[in-house]
């Protein structure tokens, strides 16, 4: 083993020092990196992933790399570029301009830097080699098409909000991290703003409007082990509640004031509707939009004894809205001027002084988390910053200051119990970002098939959590029960399982449960019933997100070498165990694809399915297509308790489903034993092919092991 390990980090040079680099290689796991006629190469075994033919800085070719040195960890080449010339073609700098790329190793790949001080734009040219890409956008670039995959496409990588059109509206997460279906995947850690094509001419291209090249590459066999080594880089996703992850409530306005939000909660908790939290949307405190003052309005008076009765009577946990947005207000110390008049949070006293408000007129009476607006729309980029950051960066990384900023304060009082969400995001962000809220989609078939491409897209790119707007943002309050069911249907199955029970900018009309028919309130019931009996499955996928990957998974993420997969954006897994494919329009039926292997239905007649292959299948208006892995386990179980609390008295108990392979095989789950102070306990399975097995870790007491 020892001598395996050796030889595995070997490098092999045929170049000699000072010599131009040919045939210089660099080993990490099962993959190489090889430099061959000035291509930098990487291969697994005899299979090619990238072909990274040149490199541009100022858009001008690196011409001839020597090699200044090399070790087991890293290659240094270095390069000179002529001297640069103005309009006029006069020379701005007699000196030729030197650059030195490091290439190094980690764990299952490689990182290229470097950062010469003349640089100003750094261009990628990659042979296009037959794969496909995933990632860099939650919008729907280009033309609006809701596949994920974005083979033979131009995409741009900075933070922005979409033109209302009739897909989508306000999705605002952006990566510079993308995923092959070869198995990589590549991320350039830089805030400046990019543009990434995608096999156009046979070509890929990837440039940011930065003179500093850090350029990762992992590889891996699922997008899960892609994201792992992506994650410790950047570091692990943020900790997520259990409270956050129940169903969550809210109106856009709420003209009662507190008194509405009560009697909202007490009367969906006499119809038995369960609920963990519960948000308050602007406008609820005073100043500029109804906001800039960041306190709560004399209709929401005595925050401490309305959110205390809202925990202590309904078990609800409370978030608010927020922005750091003052819309004209500036008394804070440094603003950016413009629409909106945004804080400089570059800016350390201005960060602070915003964090403070937050924590005296927020956290002191028991809100717990915010949904962040803004930062996306109007953002004034040509206002200097108070740390010079450079102007192509700005709209990007004012995403992650805000989700810093907010996590920061929110953790000085009350730790990992606190969530956050947020539509405008950037990487890097996932260690301060709970989740992902998707915009404001409209209240449309078309809203809710744009808004789950959204996911799918937000998924790839690294994001672990994301929710929906339940019934969509963009429209009328009083929707048709089948878009609103399968809305809700579709939002159970997500991370933040939000719902929106009125209509845009208070109009008056609501869609509290108990304006529609019996039957549908039933089905609403069920539904959030069903999520709460999921907590200890979605709970534990949340929180081993940077082992096991993003929560909802599409298709091509667990399946990269399955052509098939790869403009699915309708279905997707919850977890190793559970593919859903919810309705996304009228229909009582619908298409599936289900990858190789052996399938059973996770809806009565609960029937064996062989995979690798569309099925049809029926989809009434109680039915949500679902469908078990062979080979895997899943939880579910009564062990939380939001408001039903208040008709719920049975024990709490937890149930192991364990779906073995059908000849040999093994699978294992991660539980978060949320009643046993979050221990990490391992649920096996192994088919030896004679006698299925299946063991745990002691369960937390009061649980039963079934």
Known sequence: MILTRITLFIITLSASLGSQASDISLRSGNAELKIHNQHIIVQQGSKTLIDLESIKFNYESVPNWTVHSANNDEIILHAQLPAEVDYYRKPTDNTAKNVALIISRRENGFRLYAAPTWGRQVTLNLRYLGDHFFGLSAPLQPDNRLSADLTGTHINVEVQSEEANLRENYASAFSAFYMSSFGYGAFFDTFAKGTYEFAINGQNQIHHQTGTLDWTIFTGETGAAIHQAYYSLIGAPKKIPMWALGPVGWRDQNNGGAAEIISDIKHLSDLKIPFTAWFVDRPYSEGNHAWSKMNFSPAFAEPQKWI????????????????????????????????????????????????QALTQLHYTVGVKGHKIDRADEGFPVAEEWADATPVFERKNKYSYLMAKAQDEALRKSWGNDQFTFTRAAIHRTQPYTSAIWGGDPRTSWQGLQANFANAMRSSFMGF???????????????????????????GSMTGLFEIKLDGAGGSGQDRMPWRYSPQFQAQFRAILAERMQLLPYIYSLANTSAVQGTLMQPLAYRHLNDKNTYSIWDEFYLGAALLVAPVFNEQLTRSVYLPEGTWRNFNPPFNFIQGGKKIDVQAPLDVLPRFLRENSIYVRGDIYRGNDKLWENTAKTLTIHAFPASKKGSAHFTYIDFLDGNKEKIIRLNNTGKTTHSTAQPLAQGNLLN
Do not use: C, N
């Open 464 to 490: 672990p959590i994301w929710g929906t707007d339940v019934g969509g943002y963009q429209g009328d309050g009083f929707i048709p029960e089948d878009l609103y069911l399968r809305w809700l249907q579709a």
């Open 308 to 355: 205390g009765k809202i925990r202590s009577d309904f078990g609800l946990e409370f978030m608010t809205w927020v922005t750091p947005a003052t819309f004209g207000d500036t008394r804070f110390a440094k603003h950016l001027a413009g629409k909106f008049t945004y804080l400089d949070l570059s800016h350390a006293a201005t960060t602070q002084a915003y964090q």
